[in-house]
């Protein structure tokens, strides 16, 4: 198993930025494809970004690109999700999930077999 803790989240005023962090522990990070997804009040959950188990590809949801980026740094099992031009609409609980199933980047949720607990990112107006 492996044990995924996001963190960063907070209030922000739309058009800012925020960098959410998902630090993994108890298996070798750098054997997992990881992705985040996002549930926003009375939505489902979405898909928002993913990323290989090299950090070399990664793919976005279309309504996040040129906006968000994601990456990892293995030797500090860690995985970012900078985010910029932040809109309304970004608001959600974010989380990291994790899996071995796969080696690049996939925006399927069922696909993942490990999630964090979520952090809440707030957009005001």
């Known amino acids: 198993q492996v044990q995924l803790v996001e963190s960063g989240g907070g209030l922000v005023q739309a058009g800012g930025s925020l960098r959410l962090s998902c630090a993994a522990s108890g298996r070798t990070f750098s054997s997992y494809a990881v992705g985040w997804f996002r549930r926003a009040p009375g939505k489902d959950r979405e898909f928002v970004a993913a990323?290989?188990?090299?950090?070399?590809?990664?793919y976005y949801a279309e309504s996040v690109k040129g906006r968000f980026s994601m990456s990892r740094d293995n030797a500090k099992n860690t995985v970012y999700l900078q985010m910029n031009s932040l809109k309304p609409e970004d608001t959600a609980v974010y989380y990291c999930?994790?899996?071995?199933?796969?080696?690049?980047?996939?925006?399927?949720?069922?696909?993942?077999?490990?999630w964090g607990q979520g952090t809440q990112v707030t957009v005001s107006s």
């Open positions: 990323i290989s188990l090299s950090g070399r590809s990664t």
């Open positions: 999930a994790a899996t071995l199933r796969l080696r690049g980047p996939d925006p399927d949720p069922s696909k993942y077999d490990y």
